[in-house]
């Protein structure tokens, strides 16, 4: 599985802004993915994640009400919406994705396919 994310850029505080991951390749066994992301200085942490076929979700408390995650089963492309974008979101922000089940969506390293980050900037 190739993971691409994309939608990156630099917004001011208040903005919103919708990242997009496109998955290639054995997609089929995709049983759910998340999103990543990682300040310049700082750990990479867990953002949001979504289990594709049940489409149940979770956020960290940080972007929970702010941002969505959601995913297109036909385009195999997941999504993440942010509205009123903060400066501490400032990182680079990385999809990934898993082929079963786990017992902790938060956890990267868990992840079994993990695509390069786009950076979202956001100015105060």
């Known amino acids: 599985v190739q993971l691409q994310a994309s939608g990156g850029g630099l917004v001011q505080a208040g903005d919103s802004l919708r990242l997009s991951c496109a998955a290639s390749?054995?997609?089929?066994?995709?049983?759910?993915m998340g999103w990543f992301r990682q300040a310049p200085g700082k750990e990479r942490e867990f953002v949001a994640a979504?289990?594709?076929?049940?489409?149940?979700?979770d956020y960290a408390d940080s972007v929970k009400g702010r941002f969505t995650i959601s995913r297109d089963n036909a385009r195999n492309t997941l999504y993440l919406q942010m509205n009123g974008l903060k400066p501490v979101d400032t990182a680079v922000y990385y999809c990934?994705?898993?082929?079963?089940?786990?017992?902790?969506?938060?956890?990267?390293?868990?992840?079994?396919?993990r695509g390069p980050g786009t950076l979202v900037t956001v100015s105060s």
């Open positions: 990934a994705a898993v082929l079963g089940v786990r017992n902790d969506y938060r956890d990267y390293a868990l992840y079994d396919y």
């Open positions: 390749g054995r997609t089929f066994g995709i049983y759910a």
């Open positions: 979504i289990r594709w076929s049940a489409m149940s979700t």
